[in-house]
């Protein structure tokens, strides 16, 4: 306590303080008041900003003690969240997700009360214990980021907090949600980006280790190739182009639990001879956004218009909100793609490389997987896929030159990575790859060599 500076006060001070001090205290008559009566006196004397404790009913006269007095009484959680928005004021701000109406932002102290009634466990959790877990991350912001997304009338309905240090796994704490219509489209989305998070390695590892996850969590994170074991849910995540070979050599050097690790590599669609499209679907999305050099998966450029493409991946600059942005969508893991059923050559699982057409675009600006591919009748499709397209009524029956009956073609896709960079029509050209009208199909090397320009790998 020596390196500490010792408060000096004026006992008459003090003492005086006490006296007005002493109805907030229950008229000082018991030995517990009159301690936290006189050490707030004291501090009040010796004109302190702040106070801390962790005791409950000295927090609950905060609001009176500063009214009248300027003192803070705060939760030290509050004293080091206020420390550390002063120090990262601007990450603090609210920014919309995806440039939709979301804001995710990041959690301050008097958000606490309100992770507690939202995101607990309606039985399996206490309130004290619960608080206590939310405290403990927000109290160390070097090492954690907790985090709320919240909807256009600020309603908080994803809780999230996951680590922040510079080793390749990255742990998650918290993935909650509040019940909302877009909540597992906003968990899914959360998941996706994370796992497509450069740390500055070949490969990370992600676990979410959150004992009380939905059912609608849980689904969220299989879909995205998380693995449960070990009372969590795993994914390795590699951003790269590499062989089988290698991909079994990244999971053996990963830092997961070995019953994992050999229930991995021990997988018949992991293996040199599964060498057909949909084992290597498989693999791209359990080790995702991996892509397999050896893969057999066709892959296809397909042009799209830049008012389409920013309802799915194309985010105008600044990120302004288009005024008819579908969220769900932009949001969204998987979309579906309406064209003539003329393409007879497009099959999946495959891949897709987005050529955004129009002034000042004419790029490839992203990378879907090709889910599957369906022709029918404009009705049948627009049925079945009204909610994962851009497309109006009226734009599926232009494409079935507004014949009733008249094939249409779509395919669904899904987990799109946005190019770090555009890679532009002249690039495409020195590749080989002509200006793209419809889905045109493109051979591994011409996918290998466009995907290392656009991720810049």
């Given at each position: 306590m020596q390196s500490f500076r010792e408060l000096k006060t004026d006992e008459t001070k003090v003492r005086a303080?006490?006296?007005?001090?002493?109805?907030?205290?229950?008229?000082?008559?018991?030995?517990?008041?009159?301690?936290?009566?006189?050490?707030i006196a004291h501090a009040i004397a010796a004109e302190v900003p702040f106070f801390v404790t962790r005791d409950t009913p000295m927090l609950d006269r905060s609001d009176s003690i500063f009214e009248k007095y300027g003192l803070r009484i705060l939760h030290p959680t509050d004293l080091v969240n206020r420390f550390d928005v002063l120090r990262r004021e601007a990450e603090y701000r609210p920014a919309r997700l995806e440039g939709s109406n979301w804001r995710e932002r990041l959690v301050v102290s008097e958000d606490v009360d309100n992770m507690v009634s939202i995101f607990k466990h309606k039985s399996n959790e206490r309130s004290g214990n619960f608080e206590q877990r939310v405290r403990h991350y927000?109290?160390?912001?070097?090492?954690?980021?907790?985090?709320?997304?919240a909807d256009a009338?600020?309603?908080?309905?994803?809780?999230l907090v996951r680590?922040?240090?510079?080793?390749p796994r990255v742990e998650v704490a918290?993935?909650?949600?509040?019940?909302?219509?877009?909540?597992?489209?906003?968990?899914?989305?959360?998941?996706?980006?994370?796992?497509?998070?450069?740390?500055g390695g070949r490969h990370s590892v992600i676990v979410v280790t959150d004992p009380e996850l939905s059912d609608e969590a849980k689904a969220a994170l299989a879909e995205l190739g998380f693995l449960a074991d070990a009372d969590a849910w795993w994914k390795i995540s590699l951003a790269s182009l590499i062989s089988r070979d290698e991909l079994i050599s990244e999971i053996r050097g990963a830092n997961i639990p070995s019953s994992l690790k050999e229930r991995l590599v021990g997988a018949i669609y992991i293996t040199p001879d599964a060498a057909d499209e949909t084992a290597a679907a498989r693999l791209e999305n359990l080790f995702s956004p991996v892509k397999l050099v050896s893969s057999t998966a066709p892959c296809y450029v397909v042009s799209i218009r830049q008012s389409w493409a920013a309802h799915f991946f194309d985010i105008p600059v600044g990120g302004q909100t288009l005024m008819d942005l579908n969220e769900r969508l932009h949001l969204g893991i998987e979309g579906a793609y309406y064209c003539s059923a003329?393409?007879?050559?497009?099959?999946?699982?495959?891949?897709?490389?987005?050529?955004?057409?129009?002034?000042?675009?004419?790029?490839?600006?992203?990378?879907?997987?090709?889910?599957?591919?369906?022709?029918?009748t404009p009705k049948e499709l627009y049925t079945r896929f009204r909610h994962?397209?851009?497309?109006?009524?009226?734009?599926?029956?232009?494409?079935?030159?507004?014949?009733?009956?008249?094939?249409?073609?779509?395919?669904?896709?899904?987990?799109?990575?946005?190019?770090?960079?555009?890679?532009?029509?002249?690039?495409?050209?020195?590749?080989?790859?002509?200006?793209?009208?419809?889905?045109?199909?493109?051979?591994?090397d011409q996918f290998a060599a466009i995907y290392k320009l656009g991720m810049n790998l």
């Open positions: 303080l006490e006296a007005e001090l002493a109805p907030l205290f229950n008229g000082g008559t018991f030995d517990r008041d009159i301690s936290d009566m006189r050490h927000l109290v160390n912001p070097n090492g954690w980021t907790s985090s709320v997304v009338n600020k309603s908080p309905t994803i809780y680590s922040k240090d510079a080793s918290f993935f909650r949600h509040a019940e909302h219509p877009l909540a597992g489209t906003l968990l899914r989305h959360l998941a996706h980006e994370i796992s497509r998070e450069p740390n003329n393409n007879t050559h497009v099959a999946a699982p495959g891949r897709v490389l987005w050529y955004v057409s129009g002034r000042g675009s004419m790029s490839i600006k992203a990378c879907s997987h090709l889910e599957e591919r369906i022709i029918g994962l397209g851009v497309y109006a009524w009226k734009h599926v029956l232009e494409t079935a030159d507004g014949n009733l009956e008249h094939p249409v073609m779509a395919f669904r896709f899904s987990r799109t990575e946005r190019f770090a960079r555009p890679v532009t029509l002249a690039q495409l050209q020195q590749i080989g790859v002509p200006q793209p009208q419809n889905p045109r199909r493109i051979t591994a």
